[in-house]
């Protein structure tokens, strides 16, 4: 009996299951030749997204029977949205994101009341209009060469593009024959798009800027003034954009970039500035056309500027510490051998002095020397640059007055005596030599007086005297006691006196001599005795004195 009723359940099941599979390969069948729908429904443009202002297109398309005896609806999420009537196509106009859903269409004849039923199309709408986006490969724009810009709309598609430029001096403009989502541009200015799609045109909003520029062949180099090997803390210098020889020539504007914030755009080639510990880095520098902010040189090399935070200290040293007699002691003073570009050197002199020496104080050298004839502590320092930089002073030198020796000293008074020695016995020699001129001269003098009056008496003696006076001659020894121990005898005083001589015979005259016996002299001669003189006569002319 169990076995019947299991046999029955059997047979009844694999009847019901042989007319579902019958049935399963019947609707495969129809579904797979495209009979699975009376009616197609289609939406142009056949976009996925859409934006509200856009408009879009419902088509709804029978497989059997002719459209002019059917009837159109259409459904949205089940619910009737446009009543039958004989359009098969339905534009909408999509106002906002309430227009997004799941469409359908349904058709009839007019003869009859069975629908039938299309495929659902979804439509998706978003409420925010979209913006496009521009983006370049690279900025800048090599010399020759170009870029590309790429434009975009997220999560959408079926857009065109439009291009737009502008520049400094000229007003955005619209890039003709210019709408694929690439383009390639060789000019500098500021780039920007929007995407466009449908009919009427919808269009998106305006993409950002993106500035290329388009780069010179000029080369630019950074220069450092004063250009000193090593920088110091606290040092002011000047660093140099300059734009060398080759591709455009025009006036320049500059733009820095550094360790602290770029700078903005100037006129000035140049920046000044105090050295600190932050300014170590790198410098850059780049110019552009003074009326194209988008045409450039390329940035330069950079110049690494490295800045030392001790402050270097001045060396002393000299020659001798003492100044020799009449001389003087040179004074170096130096710095640190890999900072010494461009120092000048101060001196001082004693401890607490903070002027300065001047020229008067010394003899000043180009090359860190002095030349002192002073005693004193002296001291150095090094400052450069405008406004003066100054390094730590050196440490001081003292120097000395070297002491005369006494030795030196008594040779000099012997030297000075000498001198004046010879030089008075210079002035005797001179008046001796005059005497010796003076009595030669008065010599002379008396003899040529001696033949003068010989000369006159024999002319007169040759005739007879015109009076009778008479000639007396007296001749008086006067003795000289101081003398009688030598023996000299002294001038005697002859008076002469007129006479009268009738005829040419001689006359003698009387001399008395009485002279002191010289102690030396014993011989006979010294006796006292007459002696005569012979005398011719002359005529007299007065009182003489013969030697």
Known sequence: MHLFVYFLYFSLFSLIMSEVSVF????????????????????????????????????????????????????????????????????????????????????????????????????????????????????????????????????????????????????????RDQQNRDIRVSEGGIYSCRGTRGNPVYYTDRSDDVTIEKTFSNKVVVKQQPNWPQIFRGE?????????????????????????????????????????????????????????????????????LSASTDQPKSQITSDMRNIPVGGNVTLTCSVN???????????????????????QDGVFYPNGQISVSQEGLYRCRGGRGNPVYYTEDSQSVRIDKKAVPEPERSSF??????????????????????????????DSFFVRTQNTNQNEIERQNSSPLQDDACFYESIKDCDDTQNAESGDFTYSLIELKNFTMKDDSQFYTQVY???????????????????????KPQTALGNEYLQ
């Open 337 to 359: 051998s890999s900072s010494s570009s461009g120092w000048k050197y101060y001196w001082y002199r004693d401890e607490n002095s903070s002027e300065p020496l001047i020229i």
């Open 513 to 535: 001599y009485n002279k002191a016996k010289s102690k030396r002299d014993k011989s006979p001669a010294a006796t006292d005795e007459d002696v005569y003189s012979e005398i």
């Open 236 to 304: 002011t210098i000047t660093l140099t954009c300059e734009v060398q020889e080759g591709g455009e020539t025009t006036e320049w504007w500059y733009e820095w970039r550094g360790p602290r914030t770029p700078t903005q755009w100037t006129h000035n080639n140049d920046v000044t500035f105090r050295v600190s510990e932050s300014s170590s880095g790198d410098y850059m520098c780049k110019s552009r056309c003074r009326d194209d902010s988008y045409s450039s040189t390329e940035w330069s090399e950079a110049f690494t």
């Open 24 to 175: 399963i390969v019947v609707l495969c069948t129809r579904l797979c030749t495209g009979h699975a729908q009376d009616a197609v429904l289609t939406i142009q443009p056949s976009w996925s997204i859409f934006f509200t202002g856009e408009f879009v297109t419902f088509k709804c398309n029978m497989n059997k029977g002719k459209d002019s005896k059917l009837e159109y609806k259409i459904n949205k999420n089940g619910r009737e949205f446009i009543q039958y009537n004989t359009l098969k196509n339905y534009r909408l106009e999509i106002r906002s994101t309430g227009d997004s859903g799941e469409y359908q269409c349904s058709s009839r004849t007019k003869s009859s009341h069975k629908p039938k039923h299309s495929n659902t199309v979804s439509l998706t709408v978003l409420a925010h209009k979209p913006r496009a986006t521009v983006k370049a490969g690279t900025t800048i724009i090599p010399v020759g060469g170009s870029v590309t810009l790429t434009c975009s709309v997220q999560s959408s598609d079926g857009w065109k593009y439009e291009w737009f430029r502008r520049t400094q001096r000229t007003s955005e403009g619209k890039i």
């Open 413 to 442: 008074l012997t030297w000075l005596i000498v001198g004046l020695l010879c030089g008075i016995l210079l002035i005797l020699l001179l008046l001796l030599l005059l005497l010796y001129v003076f009595k030669r001269s008065k």
